[in-house]
């Protein structure tokens, strides 16, 4: 029934005001349809909040314009009506739709003028088409340098892929660039647009947005699905940025920090931050002593002497590197390693106090369970407040817990007093308790006595590590930052694509961190 299908009869009445009854359609060219078409879905309808079809499909506020309405006080619905198409030129009309695509697709090029919009059957997709035309303007010839002497030489046109406003239909440009010849020397000249760079189909917005998206954890697979480009254009991109593969080669930081990570295709890499700003001065495709002696060599002696400090692990051979090439800088061991290595010997000696009861003892639970609260520094545990251990069927403390464990044997207790002391003068930065913890003799069992000896093989290290507020802290953050990025590639073969992508996330965070000290401010 026609009351049920209100929009259509509604717009059976708009049709006939530019075709009456009796028309003959056989008359009408394809340009009065398109016209048609046109000026309908740009009449503002009062079921749509007098926003006009192509405003409410596209999602994008038209700037009316005013000064083309004949009665200045009429109410806000008159003066929408009275905005029609035949008030407005032709020319008008132009730069009306112009200006909506431009606010659509944030394209500020003066001189690219859009006519149509328009939908394709692209490999089986329905695909946007904006159709546009971009002028040239010459007063003088370029090589001969008369003046007047341009003739119009039609449009070469090029269709570029943009990125799509809705993802399900992608969006494309069409562009017809003016050619002009000049008739004194023959040259012939054609319109350039900055949408899109020389010798290329793909917008800068494409390319910007891939590069912004790889600054975050996602898969080139994903960017390329995202932006509507194929995975080995995305890699083009990254090759064709030599900047995101360039290091530092000139200089060096005051305080590094070097170690290694697993690469691609399963090889170590060795990756120096600078352990002030957190920035990567370098990644070295493997590790190697030619290689990394290869890089340090490229360094003057008075660039390698403003060195203060190094960060590294406990292996010997980065040491020996440190010696080597850095004369005037403190050797810092990671503070995390000597933790680690003491909950490490901790862990075996308290599984094998364990393995002498039975498995069904309570001793042998006491010990099994609950083993986290043995690695909690003291002062983390509750003393106070009671809680039912399902294990050992009692209410107990989380102190009380610990000790029941470290009463089955004495040297496991001794174990747990030197870890205790040790981890309260690497937070204290206390020096002289932790000298004394490492040069006195404990009654400790084998893996405590091998950790010892290390630690004062390495004294000096240790010693630096507890004045010093530099560890390897910040590089292993980076490791862990990579593990992530190679997790979600699944893996890399190309080193080079591996490379930027740490730079591209590193600047990502980088920004997000500047965005953040920004608003913080603003939010207080």
């Not at 049709?15 to 009456?20: A, M, N, W």
């Not at 340009?31 to 046109?38: E, G, L, N, P, S």
């Not at 106070?384 to 029941?404: C, F, N, P, S, W």
């Not at 630096?464 to 990025?485: C, F």
Request: glycine fraction near 4%.
């Amino acid at each position: 029934a026609p009351q049920q299908r209100g929009t259509n009869e509604n717009t059976n009445g708009l049709i006939r005001e530019y075709f009456p009854k009796g028309t003959d359609l056989d008359q009408l060219t394809d340009q009065d349809i398109d016209k048609f078409v046109r000026d309908l879905n740009h009449r503002p309808r009062k079921v749509l909040g007098w926003k006009s079809p192509f405003e409410v499909f596209f999602g994008t506020k038209l700037r009316l314009i005013w000064q083309f309405v004949a009665q200045k006080k009429a109410p806000p619905a008159l003066k929408f009506w009275s905005l029609t198409t035949t008030q407005i030129p032709e020319s008008k009309r132009c730069d009306l739709m112009t200006d909506y695509i431009k606010n659509i697709l944030q394209i500020k090029d003066p001189n690219l003028h859009f006519t149509d919009v328009v939908f394709e059957n692209n490999d089986g997709r329905e695909t946007q088409v904006f159709i546009g035309t971009v002028s040239l303007k010459l007063d003088r010839c370029p090589h001969c340098g008369f003046a007047d002497t341009f003739i119009k030489n039609g449009h070469s046109y090029q269709t570029i892929k943009y990125l799509s406003i809705n993802e399900s239909c992608p969006t494309m440009l069409r562009i017809g660039k003016q050619r002009l010849r000049c008739k004194n020397c023959q040259d012939s000249f054609m319109a350039k647009t900055n949408v899109v760079d020389k010798y290329c189909s793909i917008a800068k917005a494409v390319k910007h947005k891939a590069l912004t998206m790889l600054e975050s954890n996602v898969s080139q697979k994903d960017v390329s699905k995202f932006t509507g480009v194929s995975p080995s254009t995305i890699g083009r991109l990254l090759d064709s940025d030599q900047a995101l593969l360039r290091f530092n080669s000139r200089t060096l930081p005051t305080n590094i920090a070097i170690d290694e990570f697993r690469g691609p295709q399963g090889k170590y890499c060795f990756i120096i931050v600078d352990n002030d700003t957190s920035q990567i001065y370098q990644i070295l495709p493997d590790r190697l002593k030619s290689s990394i002696t290869h890089y340090f060599d490229r360094f003057s002696l008075k660039e390698r002497k403003r060195v203060k400090s190094v960060s590294t692990d406990l292996n010997s051979y980065y040491q020996g590197l440190v010696r080597r090439y850095f004369p005037n800088a403190k050797l810092v061991v990671d503070r995390f390693h000597i933790v680690s290595m003491l909950t490490r010997a901790f862990n075996q000696v308290r599984v094998a106090v364990m393995k002498q009861f039975d498995p069904n003892t309570r001793e042998y639970r006491a010990l099994k369970n609950s083993w986290r609260l043995y690695l909690l520094k003291s002062t983390s545990l509750n003393y106070t407040k009671e809680y039912y251990d399902r294990h050992l069927r009692q209410k107990v403390t989380m102190a009380e817990r610990v000790g029941i464990g470290l009463d089955l044997d004495p040297q496991l207790a001794a174990g747990y007093e030197l870890l205790q002391g040790a981890m309260t003068a690497l937070e204290e930065h206390d020096v002289d308790q932790l000298m004394d913890l490492l040069f006195t003799k404990w009654d400790v069992p084998a893996p405590f006595q091998t950790v010892l000896k290390t630690l004062r093989k390495n004294s000096e290290g240790v010693y630096n590590a507890t004045v010093l507020p530099y560890s390897n802290g910040r590089v292993e953050g980076i490791n862990r930052m990579i593990k992530l990025i190679q997790r979600t590639a699944y893996g890399f073969t190309n080193f080079g694509h591996f490379i930027a992508r740490i730079r591209l996330h590193q600047m990502g965070t980088e920004a997000e961190k500047r965005r953040r000290q920004v608003q913080a401010p603003a939010a207080a």
